[in-house]
């Protein structure tokens, strides 16, 4: 019986064999995308939410209002430490107002934590340390039911969105 080396194995041995310099970039292109890419929040999420006991008398129902992403904040370590960051900068065009977080190095870390309307469910996620900015853009015209902003983007990344 004649074996032969699996093709995966030939290849990273021809990569390998190009050379120290090849190998290395050839393993930054391949690192996983969350080091990588832009952080940003899901513009939409699915919710289940109940009422623990409705009073005597009453009966429990639900809105059909949409859960979209209606917020974001930057926090300088985890979120129940509360290090809200006010954003650095903002900006203003005809229809959408943006706030900009410049995020120096930080041996705490940053979080994104993103807020939806119609809930109070948040996610919130710890960016990489590759990400040095973050900016979330708002429409200007539009609002959800309960005053909550419409949001149009919100991404973190290294030097911008």
């Not at 699915?46 to 917020?71: F, M, S």
Request: hydrophobic share 40%.
């Amino acid at each position: 019986m004649h074996l032969t080396p699996n093709r995966p194995a030939r290849r990273q041995a021809r990569l390998l064999a190009r050379g120290p310099v090849f190998a290395f970039l050839t393993l930054v292109v391949c690192l996983p995308s969350a080091v990588l890419a832009d952080v940003g929040c899901p513009m939409k999420v699915e919710v289940k939410q109940a009422l623990a006991a409705p009073p005597a008398g009453w009966t429990a129902g639900l809105d059909k209002l949409p859960t979209e992403a209606a917020g974001a904040s930057v926090f300088e370590g985890p979120p129940e430490e509360m290090a809200d960051l006010v954003p650095d900068d903002s900006k203003d065009t005809a229809d959408t107002r943006s706030d900009i977080w410049n995020l120096p190095q930080s041996d705490r870390g940053y979080w994104l934590v993103c807020h939806y309307a119609s809930t109070t469910v948040t996610l919130a996620r710890q960016l990489p340390a590759t990400v040095t900015r973050c900016e979330a853009v708002y429409e200007k015209q539009l609002t959800f039911a309960g005053g909550a902003p419409v949001v149009r983007s919100v991404k973190c990344g290294p030097g911008g969105p």
